[in-house]
């Protein structure tokens, strides 16, 4: 105990400090069970179909970076093979021309093709700007695709990791959660628990009045 201080803890700091380092470890809790239940919801279902690519139902999805440079990610309907359904494949990403007006050209290969990748609930959304027409587009929505293209499409996105001939680029950015949030938020609350404790200490400590002589 520090010279000339005595403990005498104040009972509106003490009760103070437990509720703070309470809802503290609480809060740090819920965001750690969020975490965990992101963590559990991010496993990637790794799927194989086959079929044949419908190319004038082509899409560029514009506003796609990679490694700083502007580019689209293309997206194709793959007809499954024996079936009328369809399945859109994210086949890749390509670089953009020196000018907007003119799309890069994309080779899409033809015949029944094994296409393997991640299924994904829907594809990633970027900025929405004034679209450009209906082969440029910022986002695309499976079910209003399917509407507007008169397509049965399965209500998911194939994410394209399989080789083929069409000089796309399929090194993709990774699928980030949020669970590195959730980590660091649950942090904070902990650290702020522990901050409580340590400030209802200090305030107990109360100098020692030594009287006059």
Known sequence: MPAGYSFRPR?????L?????????ALGNWQSGRADEKRAAGRLERVAVEGEFVPKYTVYLDNRMRRGKPG????????????SAHVLVNRGWVEAGKTREVLPEVQTPSGVLRIEGIALERLPRSLQFMERG???RQNLRIQDYASEIGL????????????LPDGLARDWPRHDTGIEKHQGYALQWYSLAALAVVLALVLSFRKIETPPQ
């Open 17 to 25: 400090a437990a509720a703070a380092c309470a809802a503290g470890i």
């Open 11 to 15: 009972l509106w700091a003490l009760a």
């Open 72 to 83: 689209y990610e293309i997206v194709t309907p793959l007809r499954l093979r024996g079936s």
């Open 152 to 163: 049965p499409l399965q209500p998911r996105v194939i994410e394209q990791h399989s080789h």
């Open 134 to 136: 209906l082969r440029v």
